[in-house]
Structure formats: C-alpha cells, structure tokens
C-alpha cells in the first residue's frame, strides 16, 4: 500500500525557512515524479512544485519560484521542499502527491499525504 | 498561470446528473489531454477522481465520467448519492511544463 508522510510543518515569522520532508513507502519512489501542493485555509488547491524521477527537472509555480526548492533522496525515499523568504500568503497545509503512472506521460496524482499545516505570521 | 475556471457551487437531487465544467486556454486545456479531478471532503486530502481526462482509478464509481472539448473540461456525475457530496477541483498540464489547478466547486446534494 502506498503510503506518503509529509512532517516539518509548523509556525514561522514572515522572512523565515522551512525544510518539508515527504516520506514515500509501498512502491518503486525512485520510478515516479513527484510533486507539492498546498491549500491556504478555507481556499483550494494551489500546486506548487515538480520534480523528476531522477530529480534533473524541476518546475515551480511563480508564486513560489526563486523561494522554494524541491529535491528528493531516492536512498531514503523522500521528497523534500525547502521554502526560504516565507511570506504570509504561503500559510497552508502542504501535501505531497505521487503521479499515477512510472516513466510515461499521463497526467493524475493518485496518492496523497495527509498534510504538514504550515503557518507564517509575527 | 491563472487558475482553470470553475462554477463556485453546482446542487442535485439524489439519483440525478451534475456537471461542472473547467474552462481553461490553449495554454493548458486546450493543447493536453493531461486532465485530471480531484474531490476532497472537508478535512481530508483530495481523491484522484478522473485522470488523463476520462480514465477512472481503480475503486472509483463508475458513475464519475469525465470528458473535453476545446479548453473546457468537464466532470459529470450520475446518480448522484449523499457522500458525493464535496469540493471538487480540476487541474490541468500547462505549456510552462508546470500545473494549474481550478478554483474548486462545492457539490451539494438536496
């Protein structure tokens, strides 16, 4: 069973950094593209970033680029996202998410974590 | 990068058909077939509902459908039942190699 863990969530003062970790077990991690998305409170889904199955390519949306940086450990099957230059609007709960399909092209993140609820506020 | 365009609240009666619709560009929409729909009930993590615009997940209903047309995508459900009740959101491939994300739609059943 896939099962997905994000933790280092908590609160943080406007300007301040953040390292995000996404535990992966019960599949090949090495094998699929991985990817953040966060949820500001009582808002929708916001994706943030995307990184490779050999962690080459990576793409940021643009309310992140230049802040955030997503890699991965393919030796501890983990996915980390590292948020620097925090601003309030970046308060959310944060998700992990593995793609539906290894190697091709497809479109669908079918396994989620449960969240790590980041806050930024003085 | 615009989130993809969708109705704040769609409503139906038990048994009936909804659909909501996600519009989009030739930017994300229009040029992929790299659509796919979320539902998430308040409190939980999104639930992969359709992906690669009409393809069901194993243990989805058979009543979730989902279909496109030019820039617009759109979700159907039939028979619709009280625990499809939640927010859903459609999200889309984009010409920046990035994602997009609709603004989410409330399904209530009556």
């Known amino acids: 069973e896939v099962h997905l863990l994000e933790s280092g969530g908590g609160l943080v003062q406007p300007g301040g950094s953040l390292r995000l970790s996404c535990a992966a077990s019960g599949f090949t991690f090495s094998s699929y593209v991985m990817n953040w998305v966060r949820q500001a409170p009582g808002k929708g889904l916001e994706w943030v970033s995307v990184i490779s199955e050999d962690g080459s390519v990576k793409h940021y949306a643009d309310s992140v680029k230049g802040r955030f940086t997503i890699s991965r450990d393919d030796s501890k099957n983990t996915v980390y996202l590292q948020m620097y230059s925090l601003r309030v609007e970046d308060t959310a709960i944060y998700y992990c998410?593995?793609?539906?399909?290894?190697?091709?092209?497809?479109?669908?993140?079918?396994?989620w974590g449960q969240g790590t609820p980041v806050t930024v506020s003085s | 990068q615009s989130a993809l365009t969708q109705p704040a609240s769609v409503s139906g009666s038990p048994g009936q058909s909804i659909a909501i619709s996600c519009t989009g560009t030739?930017?994300?929409?229009?040029?992929?077939?790299?659509i796919s729909w979320y539902q998430q009930h308040p409190g939980k993590a999104p639930k992969l509902m359709i992906h690669?615009?009409?393809n069901r997940p194993s243990g989805v209903s058979d009543r979730f459908s989902g279909s496109k047309s030019g820039n617009t995508a759109s979700l159907t459900i039939s028979g619709l039942q009280a625990e499809d009740e939640a927010d859903y959101y459609c999200c889309s491939y984009t010409r920046y190699s990035t994602w997009v994300f609709g603004g989410g739609t409330k399904v209530t059943v009556l």
């Open positions: 998410a593995k793609k539906i399909c290894a190697g091709g092209a497809c479109g669908g993140l079918d396994s």
């Open positions: 030739s930017g994300d929409i229009g040029p992929y077939d790299y």
């Open positions: 690669d615009v009409s």
